[in-house]
């Protein structure tokens, strides 16, 4: 599996891997590491090398931003590429946007024709432009495009965008969302059954994984009347777990639920008489 060796995707792949059980020594990094508990070795990349190299075979899988996906697809689309995308990872969120100094009067698409964009991706670029008909002159810059426009070398930009700040600090503000990016699992086209067969067990942590970080387990306290409400309020993935308290008329309640709905359900359940409500992370969750 080829990784990035460092810059931001990294974090966020080793800890990935390692939720997964896959530890790897990067203590002293090398080029090249083994997984003690995983037929698994891991290479570190340049996040741009990875799409080239799981397409030529010398790794089988990769951790890389869908936009460098994209860029290394012949027509600059994700799906043009002869990588197969397994999973969405959920983290290195960001887009790739056009931006123009900010007293411009940019007014859609059409506002680029004849302009001069500077990008490190001019593959995903050409092809927006085509799309929208619009023909300009791409000016390709291998780092630091934001500060194109002000050194005069461009008039727009077409760059990666998460908060926002680099661009403002510039002086530019975004006007086109061009195509939304996260880090993805990528695979070369083929694979043997046995690398198959490991891809698999990769992914079936992955989605214990990733599904349990958007869940948290309830434990409280009842009385016995309010249990039917509880039940209603909770609905679990079979049903709650109700256990009787030492103290009579009261039970506590084990569910699983999402996130998003914490706090609501806390308020509903603190109004129906809950008490001592915990709240505990999930490692995974197996079906
Ligand atoms: P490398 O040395 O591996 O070539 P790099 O400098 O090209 O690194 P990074 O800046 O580490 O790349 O970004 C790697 C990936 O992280 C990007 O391609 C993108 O998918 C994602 N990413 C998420 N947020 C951002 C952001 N704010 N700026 C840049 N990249 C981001
Ligand atoms: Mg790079």
Sequence with gaps: MAIQAKGRLNEDSVALLRDIGIRIDDSKRKFLAQA???????????DDDIPQVVAAGTADLGIVGLNEVAEHSPDG??????LQIVRQLGFGEC?????????????GPAWFSGKRIATSYPNILRRYLADHQVEAII????????????????????DIVSSGGTLISNGLKEVERVFPSEAVLIAGASMTAEKQSLLNEILFRIDSAVVSSKKKYLVMNLPESAIDEAVVILPAMRSPTIMPLAAKGWYAMHAVIEESLLWQKVR????????????????KIIP
């Design 77 to 82: 689309t994700p799906e043009g590429s002869s």
């Design 268 to 283: 509903q359940l603190k109004a129906i008489g809950a008490e001592g409500i915990l709240v505990l992370s999930i490692d």
């Design 36 to 46: 003690p508990d995983f037929p698994l070795e891991v290479l570190y990349l340049r």
């Design 139 to 158: 000016e390709v810059i291998a780092g630091s495009v934001e500060v194109a426009p002000a050194a005069g070398i461009a008039d727009a930009i077409f």
């Design 95 to 107: 887009r790739l946007s056009l931006a123009v100094p900010k007293s411009e009067d940019c007014d």
